[in-house]
């Protein structure tokens, strides 16, 4: 029902790739270039220019790659609504999430939603908070679910789960303390997730309301991961900061140990996050409905 030509043009520009849009689209490099062709030809402008091996959209194309976005919405919306009225929900829905919350909190009520409506062509990407942020705002996704505090004034936040930060170490690591005050944690050898991660903006925020900054702490290393954190402090020393659902499993197994740290409480929230004026509709909001039932809460 939509136009393939579209569908193909919003393939490359989200990827700003001719060569991963045939990949994506299952049709040749040449097939790709053809579609756009023909698209250009009908519109009379140019929709991407190229520099050396870079592709880039022109003001045309980014034009049009904003009004593609709403009428795919659009799109799959119908298509959900109508599978309705026959009673088997079809459509597609694509998720973005941080990445401790699409490691380790949302997979399992992802399973069960599709298990229940096996009709929906489900999609996840993950990255930190900024990169699923800058994806809600670009309509390449229908949600996202982020960890931090609210802080795009173009974007409507929903909290959805309360988290834990906790201060975390190697069983085998004998050096620290089972609690620290404030000054000793800012001597402890720190493994933080990268800039731009929910988890080190949350942290970042809280010690500063106790006078403290990043500067001040012994950051031995930034990592771009927290299985890679986990990896680490397992085989090394110093101490991690990482979410309670990323390491259950290890706590019980003995394998990490937690440091208590009486002043300084890591507490945040996640968040289901879509662009501000926004409604859950759809897949969406049969996601939503279906979240409130498998965490008993209420969005």
Partial sequence: MLDFRLQVFLSVATKLSFTKASEEMFITQPAVTRH??????????????????KTFLTPAGELLLS????ILALHNEAKFEISQLKGNAEGVFR???????AQYVIPPALAGFIKKY????????????????????????????VEGKPSNPDIHYTPFLNDELLVFTSCSNKEIP?????????????????????????IGKIIQNRGITLKKLNIAMYLGSTESIKSFIENGQGAGVVSKFAIERELAKGIFRIIRTPRLQFTRHFYFIMPQGGEPAGVTKLFFNYVEKHYNIQL
């Fill in 36 to 53: 756009i062709k023909e698209l250009e030809s009908e519109l009379e402008v140019r929709l991407f220019d190229r520099v050396g091996n």
């Fill in 67 to 70: 009004y593609a976005t709403q």
């Fill in 95 to 101: 998720i973005g999430a941080s990445t401790t919350i």
């Fill in 118 to 145: 096996p009709g929906i062509k489900l999609s996840m990407i993950s990255g930190n908070t900024e990169y699923i942020e800058k994806k809600a705002l670009k309509g390449e996704i229908e949600l996202g679910i």
């Fill in 178 to 202: 089972e609690e620290v005050s404030n000054e000793e944690f800012c001597n402890i050898p720190l493994v933080l997730r990268e800039r731009g991660s929910g988890t080190l903006d949350i």
